[in-house]
């Protein structure tokens, strides 16, 4: 494959070129369904960047707790201003930080748009679109892990073999293509989004399906990876017990709302701009 490239005296990895076509896609699926259907465009590109910016914090600090003893030399070389230079702190830090996880991607950008819709009284369809557009970002961060040779699968007759990939035991062996068996349900979880949005079943809750949905196929699939240094805890890596605790998560939070609103859970009213725009399409 190719997991790296080198344009401009600058190494690229092609994840990141991956992730960076998703963030454009994204962008632009998030503008285009506000847009067409009755929600205020700017604001969901406003949502839209800043769960972006979430994402990026949120996987590299998630990917630095993975990094456990990283993590502990650190802070402890930190504490103890025990570096040569800053540029030293630096690199130490990259080491920890360097990479990204996508659960802590996904949890830094949730919670980012909650805050923010909360804040904003903006109605829930803003989160049917985050609901669409997770899965299709994950679907190009998938198909980037694939191409760099990361998050690979067990060992199988029936895979793939890296040759140049950076992660450690992936090359020479023949690995399952895990990567795109999840690249595959993400486009399948937001092919299904898009069609329940578009006949506007489950308005408001299609967040609630995919809290359900990518952490139990997210549980299963963690069977085929082969990259142990995740983290084992009693024979289940971090994403499955991460997943365990979003599913209990979303099934607290849904019984809540459930009891707090009753089933036929009223909409949240929209802004005027967005209710005129509503009324003048249903003309």
């Not at 557009?133 to 040779?149: A, D, E, Q, V, Y």
């Not at 937001?190 to 299609?206: E, N, P, Q, V």
Request: hydrophobic share 50%.
């Amino acid at each position: 494959m190719f997991p790296l490239f080198h344009i401009f005296n600058r190494t690229i990895s092609i994840y990141t070129i991956m992730s960076l076509i998703g963030v454009l896609v994204c962008l632009l699926a998030a503008y285009r369904l506000a847009k067409n259907n009755g929600l205020d465009e700017i604001v969901m590109l406003y949502v839209s960047l800043f769960s972006f910016g979430a994402v990026a914090i949120g996987g590299a600090l998630m990917y630095g707790i993975t990094q456990f003893e990283g993590l502990v030399l650190l802070l402890k070389n930190v504490f103890t201003l025990n570096f040569a230079s800053f540029d030293d702190f630096l690199d130490q830090a990259k080491l920890v930080f360097g990479g990204s996880v996508f659960y802590g991607g996904l949890i830094g950008a949730i919670l980012t748009i909650l805050f923010y819709c909360r804040k904003k009284g903006l109605s829930n369809r803003y989160l049917d679109v985050a609901a669409i557009c997770f899965p299709l970002f994950h679907f190009f961060g998938r198909i980037g892990c694939f191409l760099g040779g990361c998050c690979y699968g067990i060992e199988s007759e029936f895979g793939v073999v890296y040759h140049y990939s950076p992660a450690p035991g992936a090359n020479g062996v023949s690995r399952f293509p895990v990567q795109l068996l999840e690249a595959l349900f993400n486009l399948g979880l937001c092919i299904l989004f898009y069609a329940l949005f578009r006949k506007k079943k489950l308005r408001g809750s299609l967040i609630h399906v995919y809290f359900y949905a990518y952490p139990v196929f997210r549980f299963a699939d963690e069977f085929l990876r082969g990259d142990a240094y995740r983290g084992i805890l009693w024979g289940l890596s971090t994403s499955q017990w991460i997943s365990i605790a979003l599913v209990v998560i979303n099934t607290i939070l849904l019984l809540r709302k459930t009891v707090k609103n009753g089933s036929n859970e009223p909409e949240q009213e929209e802004s005027p701009k967005t209710l005129d725009r509503e009324s003048a399409q249903m003309v």
